[in-house]
C-alpha cells in the first residue's frame, strides 16, 4: 500500500507538505506548483488514504447520507445518486442512500443515518420543489439537490428552468416555426412555471406574439390527449415545446393520426431525456436533457466543503453534458441544461 511516505520521496518535498496537500491543508502552506506535484504523483501511485487513521484524527466518519423522497427508484433520475457518488469517492468519502415515501419515515430512515455518525446529508426531492427542510436536519451541514429550502438558509442546487424552456423554444423559432404552443403541467410545479416564463420569453424576444391559445396545460391519459388533439385542430400548431418526453407522445399521437410527420410537417421539442420516449419515438425525439448527474456531483461537492471548511479542488471535475455552477454561487445554484438535437425538428 502506498503511503504519504513514498509520494513524499518521488516527489523529493517532504511527508508534512505532503500531508498538508492531501488533507486539503495546503493553502498558504505550500508552493501551488509544489501542491500540484504532490497530487500528480499521489495519483501516478494510486494513493488512497487510511479513512479508520483519518476518521480518529479529524473526529469525522468522511460518509455523507443522501436522502431522497422516491429519488432512487426513479429510473432516470438516478443520475443524481450516481454523480453525488462519484463526487463523494473522488474527495474520499463514501455515500450512504436511503429512500423515503412520507414523513414518519423519513424520520426514521434520518435517524438510522444519524447512528452511522454521517458528517453531512444531501436532501433530494422528486420534480424540482420548495420543501420545508426536517428539524432533524438542520444542525447538520446540508446541501438540497433538485428542491429549494423554503427559508433560502441551505445551499441547494436545480436545473435552469427557465433556460429550458427558452432554449427549447428558440430551438423551434431557428427552425422556422411561426406557431409554437406549449404542451405544459397541470400540476403546480416549479418546473411548470418557469418554463412557460422561458417560452414566453423567448417568443417575446423574437418578435412573435404570445398566444394563450396555444398553451395547453395537460395531466396524462385519455384526457391529455384530446386536450392537445382540440390544439391540434383549432389552433394548427406548426411546432410544440413540450413540458417533458411523455407529453411529446400527445403530439406524436395526433399528428399520425392526422397524416401528418414530425420533424417535416411539424416539430418537437422535449424535455427529460427520458430513454423510453427520447430513443424510441420515430422520428426520435430533440430533448432537453435534465442535469441529474450534474446536481448530484456538484451538491456532493458544495456539502464536502461545508464539512471540510474550505472550497474542494475544482480542478479535477469532470467534464458534464451541462457545465457545472461556482461552489459559491447564490441560492438556488443552477445548471444550464443541454439541449440534444436529434430528428423532430425540421432542418
Not at 138 to 156: N, Q
Not at 237 to 253: H, I, M, S, T
Not at 313 to 331: K, M, R, Y
Request: glycine residues 8%; negative net charge.
Amino acid at each position: 500500500m502506498t503511503t504519504m511516505q513514498d509520494v513524499a520521496d518521488i516527489a523529493g518535498v517532504s511527508k508534512a507538505s505532503v500531508s498538508l496537500v492531501l488533507n486539503g491543508r495546503d493553502a498558504g502552506h505550500v508552493k501551488p506548483q509544489t501542491a500540484e506535484l504532490i497530487r500528480q504523483t499521489a495519483a501516478k501511485l494510486g494513493y488512497r488514504p487510511n479513512q479508520l487513521a483519518r476518521s480518529l484524527r479529524t473526529s469525522r466518519t468522511h460518509m455523507l447520507g443522501f436522502i431522497s423522497e422516491e429519488v432512487a427508484t426513479t429510473p432516470y433520475a438516478g443520475g443524481i445518486i450516481l454523480g453525488a457518488q462519484d463526487a463523494a469517492s473522488a474527495y474520499g468519502y463514501v455515500l450512504l442512500t436511503v429512500s423515503t415515501d412520507g414523513m414518519a419515515n423519513e424520520e426514521q430512515e434520518l435517524a438510522a443515518l444519524m447512528r452511522y455518525g454521517v458528517d453531512g446529508f444531501l436532501y433530494s426531492k422528486m420534480s424540482n420543489r420548495i420543501t420545508d427542510v426536517p428539524h432533524s436536519l438542520t444542525d447538520y451541514p446540508l446541501v438540497l439537490v433538485d428542491a429549494t429550502d423554503r427559508s433560502k438558509r441551505f445551499p441547494s442546487v436545480e436545473p435552469d428552468e427557465f433556460r429550458i424552456g427558452y432554449d427549447a423554444t428558440k430551438r423551434l423559432i431557428d427552425a422556422g416555426c411561426k406557431r409554437i404552443a406549449y404542451v405544459g403541467c397541470s400540476e403546480p410545479l416549479i418546473a411548470q412555471s418557469r418554463r412557460l416564463h422561458g417560452y414566453q420569453a423567448a417568443l417575446s424576444d423574437a418578435g412573435m406574439p404570445i398566444d394563450d391559445a396555444l398553451h395547453v396545460d395537460v395531466l396524462n391519459n385519455g384526457p391529455a390527449l384530446r386536450a392537445v388533439s382540440k390544439l391540434f385542430d383549432e389552433q394548427q400548431p406548426d411546432g410544440f415545446f413540450c413540458f417533458n418526453d411523455a407529453r411529446a407522445w400527445y403530439v406524436y399521437e395526433c399528428a399520425a393520426r392526422r397524416g401528418l410527420t414530425v420533424g417535416r410537417d411539424i416539430s418537437v421539442v422535449g424535455v427529460d431525456n427520458h430513454r423510453v420516449f427520447a430513443e424510441t419515438l420515430d422520428p426520435q425525439l430533440t430533448t432537453v436533457e435534465l442535469p441529474h448527474y450534474e446536481m448530484g456531483y456538484w451538491g456532493a461537492c458544495r456539502l464536502i466543503s461545508i464539512i471540510e471548511g474550505h472550497d474542494v479542488d475544482t480542478s479535477v471535475w469532470p467534464e458534464t453534458p451541462a457545465p457545472l455552477p461556482p461552489l459559491d454561487a447564490p441560492i438556488p445554484a443552477t445548471i444550464h441544461c443541454k439541449l440534444i438535437d436529434k430528428k423532430s425538428v425540421r432542418e
